[in-house]
């Protein structure tokens, strides 16, 4: 709630701005409150109050105006003075008080724009530069803060200059802090960058009519340039994942010269793990899309099928890829046996709802390579010694996987869970003419295979060979005969 006090000084000095000693007043109380760590609200809404009433009625020149640099009135001094003294309470200690913080001051640069001159009317970059560097600062982390300015660039006006600004707040040359990375990359990931923005008509604030409202070409080539700098920084494993997952998920597409992504994406494969898997995505996308060469791709896709994999919330994305890559039906077939035989072995030591979307996969690719139905029946293999497959062996071809059987899938009929138990029967029945659709076992958890068995209805069996006349008398009960029982 704004205190009466603050309420009178404004409603005092909106009435006569020469009392200079009331707006001073708030002034310093929002400084001394900031400076405590206090609650600021109160402050910030009287101040975003005060100056958008004055802005409305056009009572002071805004400083791109002036045209005397040394003479800037009075209120046009406190007005800047009082900016950066908004946006300095964004990294106060309590999150409410510096995300309001942050709304005054894009409110403010609202009013800017509406209610300017309109003869000099011009967006206030410099006030937005001012913003935007307090997210990215290099000690503090600003999410909640990005989180809650994505509301502002969803509009095409603010996403305009926002894109305009980004690579100069790119540091240059040198690595920058790895709080500032986690921050620069939050930054990017909700800043968006499709031609569909142009066609948008809610703005936050009414720009000149020779200003653009949004330009994809414009805002692509600072995308560009901006990423010529973030991807030559030093990235530690977190902001590595972060880096590709934008990439694939934002910026791959708008990029001039994808391409020149090779070097950076085979460097992140042979890191392995999700870093290298989120790599193999976007190698896997330049081979499609831009005739990219890699060899011995499928090695790498092969070496990828590790337990720890099932730890990952990438698991879901190596799945997709790797039924992607093994979708031609020109394939060796000692190459996707070798697949189909690695994780079958796997199976036997994953979460009980990744063995389901193994089974899946594993049945899928034999419907897809009718030859491998000879790993269903193969005379040979079928014990654990006598299993010629080579684990271990890095070289799919090379593992001896077509000589092979898939007992660990007839293995699993017995499992414990019926779910997976009635999967593994594909081994010991006729297959399907149509694959499997993976989308609904993608995505499933442990807690929808227990819910899934708790909602099934069991058998009823019988629990007496008699049927019992009452409770208390059972039929033929010799007991009845020493003793009244009720």
Request: proline share 6%; net charge negative; aromatic share 10%.
């Amino acid at each position: 709630m704004i205190s009466k006090e603050l309420k009178a000084k404004a409603s005092n000095f909106l009435q006569n701005t020469n009392r200079q000693a009331d707006l001073s007043g708030i002034i310093d109380d929002l400084k001394e409150s900031t400076t405590n760590n206090e609650p600021i609200t109160p402050c910030l809404l009287v101040i975003e109050h005060i100056f958008t009433e004055l802005l409305k009625q056009n009572t002071f020149p805004l400083l791109a105006d002036v045209s005397d640099i040394k003479n800037v009135p009075w209120l046009t001094e406190k007005y800047e003075e009082t900016f950066r003294l908004v946006i300095s309470g964004i990294f106060h200690e309590k999150q409410g008080e510096g995300v309001q913080a942050l709304v005054t001051a894009m409110r403010l640069i609202s009013a800017e724009t509406r209610f300017g001159t309109p003869e000099v009317k011009v967006f206030p970059l410099e006030k937005l530069k001012q913003i935007l560097e307090q997210l990215l600062s290099s000690q503090h982390q600003t999410l909640y803060l990005i989180n809650r300015f994505s509301e502002y660039s969803s509009y095409p006006d603010v996403l305009h200059f926002t894109w305009k600004l980004m690579p100069t707040l790119a540091p240059k040359g040198k690595s920058p802090s790895d709080t500032f990375t986690k921050n620069f990359l939050n930054l990017l990931s909700v800043l968006a960058i499709t031609k569909e923005v142009q066609m948008k008509e809610n703005l936050c604030v009414q720009p000149p009519a020779h200003q653009k409202v949004f330009d994809y070409q414009t805002a692509r080539k600072c995308l560009n340039k901006t990423w010529s700098c973030v991807i030559l920084w030093k990235h530690t494993e977190e902001t590595h994942k972060q880096l590709l997952i934008i990439l694939l998920e934002k910026i791959l597409v708008h990029l001039d010269k994808p391409i020149l992504l090779t070097d950076f994406l085979m460097e992140s494969l042979d890191m392995g793990g999700a870093i290298g898997l989120l790599a193999l995505q976007g190698i896997f996308i330049l081979i499609q899309q831009h005739n990219l060469t890699y060899p011995n791709i499928y090695e790498k896709l092969y070496s990828m099928f590790e337990p720890e994999i099932f730890h990952t919330k990438f698991k879901a994305r190596l799945f997709y890829l790797a039924d992607i890559f093994l979708s031609s039906t020109h394939l060796p077939e000692s190459l996707v046996a070798a697949f189909a035989k690695r994780l079958a072995r796997l199976a036997l030591v994953a979460p009980p709802q990744d063995i389901t979307i193994i089974l899946y996969f594993i049945g899928n690719l034999i419907i897809r390579h009718p030859g491998l139905k000879r790993l269903m029946y193969h005379h040979t293999g079928g014990q654990v010694p006598q299993d010629p497959f080579i684990m271990d062996e890095s070289d799919p071809v090379k593992s001896y996987a077509l000589e092979s059987q898939l007992w660990e899938v007839a293995a699993l009929q017995q499992h414990c869970i019926p779910t997976i138990a009635n999967a593994a029967k594909f081994i010991a029945n006729p297959l399907p003419n149509i694959e499997w659709d993976m989308s609904s076992v993608l995505e499933l958890n442990e807690n929808d295979i227990f819910d899934q068995e708790i909602s099934k209805k069991a058998k009823e069996y019988a629990l007496s060979f008699e049927k019992p006349l009452s409770m208390y008398k059972p039929k033929s009960d010799r007991t009845l005969q020493f003793w009244n029982i009720f």
